[in-house]
């Protein structure tokens, strides 16, 4: 017996509003998910009164340093207000110093947090069995990962977020630029999103949340430790080769990209040029030793670049982990025979 | 007639192990076809693959004349699929789950707030409307995620023992809404073990076993065709010695296979005849004066093909040697 098809009423969306209307669907419900009641906010409470304790205790220990620096210059008798006012270099060295903690306390949460929160955004749908339910909607892929991906980041960005008022005291007391500043959040949330990636990557590949965390633990630790040991070791391995000629050792930049906290010492050491001691010695190991007039903007930005490239080429990649029935195929749709358009 | 879903030669591997060995089913629309067969028989399996989930390894299949292979986006828009087994999103209320899936479908704000009313009221969840999902009883998520399927008013269901877990009540509500939706023109595939309310929800079966179809067609058209008896059931008015004489009487009978005297007098009566055969022997047993209180069947007819279908036979052959009953279930 033959039969004939049954007229289909689909509509065929493009896929860019297919990738909105995924990704608006699927951060809706994460944002609901996560943010629903008091726990979000409670901690976000609780980081910025830490974060405001750490800041507090880094301006005490600088303040009462340059007093005491006075109270040598000009006594025991001397005035606080005068003290302070007579090295304006000293709020400068404060406001610098916040700067540095922030920017450090910012990435290291990231570094700890990113990871732990994406790792478990593909996975945990595995796990909760809610997987089969939403790769048989006709969303997007692309963009279920990118929504779970800002979805699970969402945390992270609040974190951030919450910690730019704080900030901005670093303007009351000098020596820190506002695009210093951008500067440091640019580097920070592209961090966010590459160790994010690494975490949502895992995630789809691995299948259980808890591997999956620990994995994205040890990847970091090595992007970190292991790119600066091999770094340092090939830095001075072309020491040896050199043979003591004239030829000054060199250790190619690349394998530190992928290092924030490389990054982040470009940042802070290019911003404070006058800060040299471990900045000097730091830029010499690491081989951004580029003498007094050290070119801002040189390593950084190729770091968050790399950071970037590395959480899109990830996310891009996780695509084809989903489901095996969502991976890429090329798209050669067959009509029953019987199907043709003569068919009433 | 027009197909709603049609299979050709469907296989699904994995490694060396052939879960689904060439399916081939044809569906007309608005009907409720069932797909029944032993635990590990290829159900499931040919439901994934039907709802995207998963990719055949030869074969295809069409769903509303759409490829599901080449074109799963353009499948995932006419299909609505309840898996065997499902889990709920924590910290999420029953109209946010509908909501999500209608947002996945593409539906915009006033849709789903119609939708989402309309669905909770048919599947009877209106008062649960702001509980959160996982508080919900079981039988409550399977009607949730029976609703799911809905959003988008789906062409064709796919159920997979959706009936699992749920009481006798909650059952028999799911049949009604069963019903109510083919009236809608739905075409609903539906795999249960409950072969009782199968038979009595489906205008089609295909009886699988060992990733194969060994029948497919309308219930009659393979009891006719698959029947070689049944096992009934009599209750003899008077004492045990009523019964063996019953029991002595039958036992002389052309169409009696066997017979046996259980504990509480009553005669469990193999019979290798058809309905027809079955009546004339009734008829004869009372003529000849035994007085019969009842006469029925063990198990339901679908339950007695299921088994006699997929018993082995001992030669190892048996599924080679079925033939399969082709066509549409309409």
Request: hydrophobic share 50%.
């Given at each position: 017996m033959t039969a004939e098809a049954l007229p289909v009423p689909v509509r065929r969306r493009s896929r860019v509003r297919t990738l909105w209307v995924t990704i608006r669907a699927v951060l809706t419900r994460e944002l609901r998910w996560r943010m629903r009641g008091r726990r979000a906010f409670a901690i976000a409470t609780v980081f910025v009164l830490l974060l405001g304790?750490?800041?507090?205790?880094?301006?005490?220990?600088?303040?009462?340093?340059?007093?005491?620096?006075?109270?040598?210059?000009?006594?025991?008798?001397?005035?606080?207000?005068?003290?302070?006012?007579?090295?304006?270099?000293?709020?400068?060295?404060?406001?610098?110093?916040?700067?540095?903690?922030?920017?450090?306390?910012l990435t290291v949460l990231v570094l700890m947090i990113a990871p732990a929160l994406t790792s478990g955004a593909v996975s945990s749908e595995r796990e909760r069995q809610t997987m089969e339910l939403l790769v048989t909607t006709p969303i997007s892929t692309l963009g279920m990962l990118i929504a779970k991906l800002i979805g699970s980041l969402a945390y992270v960005l609040l974190l951030i977020l919450a910690s730019v008022p704080l900030?901005?005291?670093?303007?009351?007391?000098?020596?820190?630029?506002?695009?210093?500043?951008?500067?440091?959040?640019?580097?920070?949330?592209?961090?966010?999103?590459?160790?994010?990636?690494?975490?949502?990557?895992?995630?789809?590949?691995?299948?259980?949340?808890?591997?999956?965390?620990?994995?994205?633990?040890?990847?970091?630790?090595?992007?970190?430790?292991?790119?600066?040991?091999?770094?340092?070791?090939?830095?001075?391995?072309?020491?040896?080769?050199?043979?003591?000629?004239?030829?000054?050792?060199?250790?190619?930049?690349?394998?530190?990209?992928?290092?924030?906290?490389?990054?982040?010492?470009?940042?802070?050491?290019?911003?404070?040029p006058d800060v040299r001691g471990t900045c000097g010695y730091t830029e010499q190991i690491l081989g951004l030793d580029r003498g007094v007039d050290t070119p801002r903007d040189a390593f950084w930005p190729r770091s968050a670049a790399a950071f970037v490239v590395l959480g899109c080429v990830l996310t891009v990649l996780a695509t084809q982990?989903?489901?095996?029935?969502?991976?890429?195929?090329?798209?050669?749709?067959?009509?029953?025979?019987?199907a043709s358009p003569a068919d009433p | 007639m027009t197909a709603a879903l049609r299979t050709r030669g469907l296989v699904k591997r994995y490694g060396s192990f052939e879960a689904v060995s060439g399916v081939d089913l044809e569906i007309g629309s608005a009907q409720i076809f069932g797909l029944v067969g032993p635990n590990g028989a290829g159900k499931t399996t040919t439901i994934r693959m039907l709802a995207t989930s998963l990719t055949p390894t030869e074969g295809e299949a069409h769903i509303c004349g759409v490829d599901v292979v080449h074109e799963p986006d353009v499948v995932r828009q006419v299909i609505g699929y309840m898996p065997d087994t499902f889990g709920v999103y924590d910290d999420i209320r029953v109209w946010e789950y509908l909501d999500f899936y209608a947002h996945c479908h593409g539906l915009g704000p006033a849709a789903r707030r119609r939708v989402i009313t309309d669905l909770l009221d048919l599947v009877d969840l209106t008062a649960k409307r702001d509980a959160y999902v996982q508080s919900l009883s079981r039988g409550m998520q399977q009607r949730l995620c029976l609703a799911h399927a809905l959003v988008h008013d789906p062409q064709v269901l796919l159920l997979d023992e959706p009936a699992s877990g749920l009481d006798p009540r909650a059952r028999?509500?799911?049949?009604?809404?069963?019903?109510?939706?083919?009236?809608?023109?739905?075409?609903?595939?539906?795999?249960?073990?409950?072969?009782?309310?199968?038979?009595?929800?489906?205008?089609?079966?295909?009886?699988?076993?060992r990733g194969r179809v060994l029948a497919s067609g309308p219930i009659e058209a393979i009891e006719a065709r698959f029947r070689r008896g049944s096992v009934m059931r009599a209750k003899v008015v008077g004492d045990g010695a009523a019964a063996r004489a019953a029991a002595a009487f039958l036992t002389a009978e052309p169409e009696v296979v066997s017979v046996e005297v259980l504990a509480d007098d009553r005669l469990e009566i193999g019979v290798s005849t058809d309905d027809e055969g079955t009546s004339a022997l009734l008829f004869r047993t009372m003529s000849a004066g035994h007085r019969i209180a009842s006469f029925a069947p063990v198990a339901s007819d679908l339950e007695e093909l299921f088994l006699q279908i997929t018993a082995p036979t001992g030669d190892g052959s048996s599924d080679e040697d079925r033939s399969t009953i082709e066509g549409p279930t309409s």
């Open positions: 304790l750490l800041v507090f205790g880094v301006h005490q220990v600088l303040y009462e340093s340059a007093l005491q620096s006075a109270r040598d210059r000009f006594g025991e008798q001397a005035d606080p207000m005068v003290a302070g006012a007579i090295s304006g270099h000293a709020a400068v060295r404060i406001g610098q110093a916040i700067f540095g903690t922030l920017l450090a306390t900030m901005s005291l670093v303007f009351a007391f000098g020596g820190v630029s506002p695009d210093d500043v951008v500067r440091a959040y640019l580097m920070v949330l592209a961090v966010a999103f590459g160790v994010g990636a690494i975490g949502l990557f895992l995630s789809t590949l691995i299948g259980r949340t808890q591997v999956a965390t620990v994995v994205s633990y040890i990847i970091v630790f090595v992007l970190i430790v292991g790119s600066f040991a091999l770094h340092s070791w090939m830095y001075l391995t072309s020491v040896d080769q050199q043979d003591r000629g004239n030829v000054r050792p060199h250790a190619p930049e690349m394998i530190l990209w992928l290092n924030p906290v490389v990054a982040d010492i470009d940042i802070l050491c290019t911003a404070f982990l989903v489901s095996p029935s969502r991976r890429w195929r090329r798209r050669r749709p067959r009509v029953l025979a019987e | 028999a509500e799911l049949r009604e809404l069963l019903r109510e939706l083919r009236a809608m023109g739905k075409t609903i595939v539906i795999s249960s073990h409950i072969l009782p309310e199968l038979e009595e929800l489906c205008t089609g079966v295909a009886i699988i076993d």
